[in-house]
């Protein structure tokens, strides 16, 4: 009924920037928090930043001053902006969002299917 999709993974050198969209369809009536995570090889997945509906951001130490999460609403997208790319920061990134589908329904947690971004030295 809800479906997240992501986009903009790909290879890029070390020191590069990606840009990752997700965009929410299905039957919404608003959109809590949407967060993109991360998960690499053997590891397990991690937050690397979330926007609430109303106030600030926040972000994973280890990407802070580098990456920016932010959203359109009218859209129901979410983005990050990934600069300054390192060969840690490789992963599949999954979209994250906490939707409910009516007034008076309760939010349900929902994933996208990932994008794979890859960075090279």
């Known amino acids: 009924q809800v479906q997240l999709v992501e986009s903009g993974g790909g290879l890029v050198q070390a020191g590069g920037s990606l840009r990752l969209s997700c965009v929410a369809s299905?039957?919404?009536?608003?959109?809590?928090?949407m967060a993109w995570f991360r998960q690499a090889p053997g590891k397990q997945r991690e937050l690397v930043a979330r926007a609430p509906s109303v106030g600030s951001t926040n972000y994973a130490d280890s990407v802070k001053g580098r990456f920016t999460i932010s959203r359109d609403n009218a859209k129901k997208m979410v983005y990050l902006q990934m600069v300054s790319l390192k060969p840690e920061d490789a992963a599949v990134y999954y979209c994250?969002?906490?939707?409910?589908?009516?007034?008076?329904?309760?939010?349900?947690?929902?994933w996208g299917q990932g994008t794979q971004v890859t960075v090279s030295s």
């Open positions: 994250n969002a906490y939707i409910r589908s009516s007034p008076i329904g309760y939010p349900r947690d929902y």
């Open positions: 299905g039957t919404i009536f608003s959109i809590n928090h």
